[in-house]
Nanobody, 123 residues
Framework: VQLQACGGGLVQAGSSLRLSCAASGRTFSIYAMGWFRQAPGKEREFVGG????????DYADSVKGRFAISRDNAKNSVYLQMNSLKPEDTAVYYC?????????????????WGQGTEVTVSS
């Protein structure tokens, strides 16, 4: 599976962005997908994830209520809708896929990673 993330940019605090992650491969629908982010000088952290069926999601406390993940298995795509953005959301965002089908918060559980898309939120 190859992943391609896009949709990042420079926005003001309070704005919204929608990140997309397109996957290659016919088995996309069986993978759980996760979004992670890494800010300068910090470790990569879990943002949120979605079960292979789309029926279950999980979010980090820092984004809960502001971010929403969805997926369209017919389009081999997963999305991260980010609302009410804050300067502390500034990071490179990565999408990842795990063949286990369940959402994990640990980066080591993911088998495939996209190249990252940069999000900068100005105050």
């Amino acid at each position: 599976v190859q992943l391609q993330a896009c949709g990042g940019g420079l926005v003001q605090a309070g704005s919204s962005l929608r990140l997309s992650c397109a996957a290659s491969g016919r088995t996309f629908s069986i993978y759980a997908m996760g979004w992670f982010r890494q800010a300068p000088g910090k470790e990569r952290e879990f943002v949120g994830g979605i079960h292979w069926s789309g029926g279950t999601t999980d979010y980090a406390d820092s984004v809960k209520g502001r971010f929403a993940i969805s997926r369209d298995n017919a389009k081999n795509s997963v999305y991260l809708q980010m609302n009410s953005l804050k300067p502390e959301d500034t990071a490179v965002y990565y999408c990842a896929a795990t063949k286990y089908g369940l959402v994990y918060r640990q980066a080591r559980m993911y088998d495939y990673w996209g190249q990252g898309t940069e999000v900068t939120v100005s105050s």
